[in-house]
């Protein structure tokens, strides 16, 4: 009779404890903002389990840049089919939202207007404010040609967000005919980028270099030659890589992030 009781109560105490060890471990979080484990840790390819606006209008962002390295997928190979011929380019690039609607939203009227990058293409300002449905619906249109397989409906949301809430009008703090920062507190930017940026970048900013055999890019190089594309990053971040960024702060502190980048070494 005894070994049989204190058989149960083995029965029972072992699983209640282990129940509250697995019990104690997930309920860490306790307001449920993300799923423990892989998704949780990955900045670059997961996602919190709750969406604030700002990482979601962020996720946007890196989207609209280059989709297949902020979602990790298989980067297509084939030029865009609405990509005109009188555009300069061929073959993945021309897949980038940025490359036919240009790093100020603008296109044909923008800093693409002219140069290397030219599509000739209207920009996305123009659907600013536009319901995010029919942003979802141009997007999956079989000109644009976005499958389920390359962005999810789930990721839709995140770049439809983006179109409808998440842009700015460049044009008041760069100039798009010369490409130049016309705005913006150096002294301000000073105190950011050395206290955010710095970590990774260096207070130089040569700390990171992702230039080739014809020169070095570092933070200064690319504020300097094309601070539309690098306050774009600013606020959404470099897709694919553990890079912060500045969404959930007014504007402002991008541009003076912007312009102070810009006095740093561009070799
Ligand atoms: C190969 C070039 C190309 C790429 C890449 C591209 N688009 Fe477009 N997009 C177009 C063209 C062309 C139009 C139609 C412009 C017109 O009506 O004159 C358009 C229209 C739009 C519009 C409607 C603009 C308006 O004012 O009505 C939105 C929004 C848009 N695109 C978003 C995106 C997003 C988001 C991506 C990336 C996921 C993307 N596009 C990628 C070529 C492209
Ligand atoms: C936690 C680390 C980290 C921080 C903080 C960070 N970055 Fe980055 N950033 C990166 C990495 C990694 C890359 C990718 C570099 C590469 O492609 O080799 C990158 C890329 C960039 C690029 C563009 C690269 C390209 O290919 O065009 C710019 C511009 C940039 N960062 C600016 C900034 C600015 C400005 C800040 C501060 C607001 C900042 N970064 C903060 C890690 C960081």
């Not at 390295?69 to 609405?82: E, Q």
């Not at 970590?199 to 690319?222: K, Q, S």
Request: aromatic residues 10%; glycine residues 12%; charged residues 20%.
């Amino acid at each position: 009779m005894k070994r049989y009781i204190s058989g149960w109560v083995a029965y029972l105490i072992i699983p209640s404890a282990l129940v509250l060890v697995i019990g104690t471990t997930a309920s860490a979080d306790q307001d449920g903002d993300y799923d423990d484990g892989a998704t949780a840790e990955s900045i670059t390819h997961g996602q919190p389990a709750q969406l604030s606006d700002a990482w979601m209008l962020a996720a946007g962002g890196r989207i609209y840049d280059n989709w297949w390295n902020a979602l990790g997928r298989v980067k297509p190979t084939s030029t865009h089919p609405s990509y005109p011929a009188a555009g300069g380019k061929e073959g993945s690039v021309t897949w980038r939202c940025k490359e036919c609607h240009g790093w100020d939203y603008k296109g044909v009227n923008g800093v693409y207007g002219k140069g290397s990058h030219y599509s000739g293409i209207k920009g996305i300002d123009g659907a600013a404010g536009m319901p995010e449905a029919e942003v979802a619906k141009i997007i999956r249109n079989p000109d644009h040609g976005y499958t389920k397989a390359m962005i999810t409906d789930d990721e839709l949301a995140w770049i439809t967000a983006f179109v409808s809430r998440g842009q700015m009008d460049m044009s008041q703090y760069i100039n798009l005919e010369t490409r130049t920062i016309i705005a913006g507190d150096v002294e301000r930017g000073r105190g950011v980028y050395q206290t955010v940026c710095a970590a990774c970048h260096g207070f130089d900013g040569r700390l990171l270099d992702w230039g080739d055999e014809e020169g070095h890019a570092y933070v200064g190089t690319e504020a300097t030659a094309a601070p539309d594309e690098v306050l774009h990053k600013i606020q959404n971040a470099h897709p694919g890589v553990a890079m912060v960024n500045l969404r959930s702060f007014p504007v402002e502190y991008a541009v003076d992030v912007l312009r102070y980048a810009a006095t740093l070494p561009t070799e």
